[in-house]
């Protein structure tokens, strides 16, 4: 019998019988076969996983290729970049102590932070004296005025 001799991932030759080895087969692709529809990325996984576990696919290979369909799972819709562009303007204003400045921005604030974030971002703008929405003023009290007393 003679060894596979395939280069592992240490950069050494395999060490398995070439004709019974799990890391380096002839049918060693992990994608299903190009007729077949295409899977949604848990099937894919499902699949690699599959291949691996009978021997027809690297397992390591199997287990990037999972790792990558998690990963890509996690991530949301393409970006916006306009939509982008005006999240890193609010917080360069924020980051400045500045309150937003248009419906457009207070709705992005409501969108990203917290009721008690947005208190204060009212409170900025009534030291500025720029407009806030009114249904927000409830989470920043008016001062109260001590001479009143």
Not at 29 to 44: F, G, N
């Amino acid at each position: 019998m003679t060894a596979c001799n395939a280069p592992s991932v240490s950069g050494r030759p395999c060490h398995y019988p070439a004709d019974r080895c799990p890391l380096h087969t002839q049918s060693s692709s992990l994608l299903p076969p190009p007729s077949s529809q295409p899977h949604p990325l848990r099937s894919l996984g499902q699949s690699a996983l599959d291949r691996a576990l009978d021997g027809d696919a690297c397992p390591l290979a199997a287990a990037r290729l999972i790792r990558a369909a998690r990963d890509l799972q996690r991530i949301e819709d393409p970006i916006d970049h306009e939509r982008a562009l005006k999240i890193v303007e609010l917080h360069g204003r924020l980051m400045y102590g500045q309150p937003p400045h248009n419906d457009e921005a207070w709705e992005l604030a409501r969108e990203t932070f917290s009721d008690e974030a947005l208190g204060e971002f009212v409170r900025w703008a009534r030291n500025f004296n720029e407009p806030y929405p009114e249904d927000l003023a409830h989470l920043a009290p008016a001062p109260r005025n001590w001479h009143d007393d």
